[in-house]
């Protein structure tokens, strides 16, 4: 069983930086062999997938808006995921969850991934 559990989320200021961590545990966990990624969802909104970091750590997608201000990366020998978010806007504001799936890299909709750790709120006020 795979568990993921996030942290880092928080209330800051316009343009302000959060480094939000998610960390894997489970004896079928083996980095090498799961793509892992970072979504976000807003009250009534569908969840949207925000980066995606393939097992090489060195691959990595972020959606337009995050662009340049996200830096996703991944710690395999500590089970680890990161999502640092600089010049934050209001716009970011969302809860944050990771996801992982093994053996595949898919596309960036939500029911595409299999593990989910329960989110972490982010809001930025203006």
């Known amino acids: 069983q795979v568990q993921l559990a996030e942290s880092g989320g928080g209330s800051v200021q316009s343009g302000g930086s959060l480094r939000l961590s998610c960390v894997v545990s489970?004896?079928?966990?083996?980095?090498?062999?799961?793509?892992m990624a970072w979504f976000r969802q807003t009250p009534g909104k569908e969840r949207e997938g925000v980066a995606r970091?393939?097992?090489?750590?060195?691959?990595?997608w972020y959606t337009a808006s995050v662009k340049g201000r996200f830096t996703s990366s991944r710690d395999n020998g500590k089970n680890m995921l990161f999502l640092q978010m600089d010049s934050l806007k209001p716009e970011d504001t969302a809860m944050y969850y990771c996801?992982?799936?093994?053996?595949?890299?898919?596309?960036?909709?939500?029911?595409?991934?299999?593990?989910w750790g329960q989110g972490t709120q982010v809001t930025v006020s203006s």
């Open positions: 996801a992982a799936i093994e053996n595949m890299c898919p596309d960036m909709s939500e029911r595409a991934w299999i593990h």
């Open positions: 489970g004896s079928g966990f083996t980095p090498s062999r799961y793509c």
């Open positions: 970091i393939l097992p090489d750590n060195q691959s990595t």
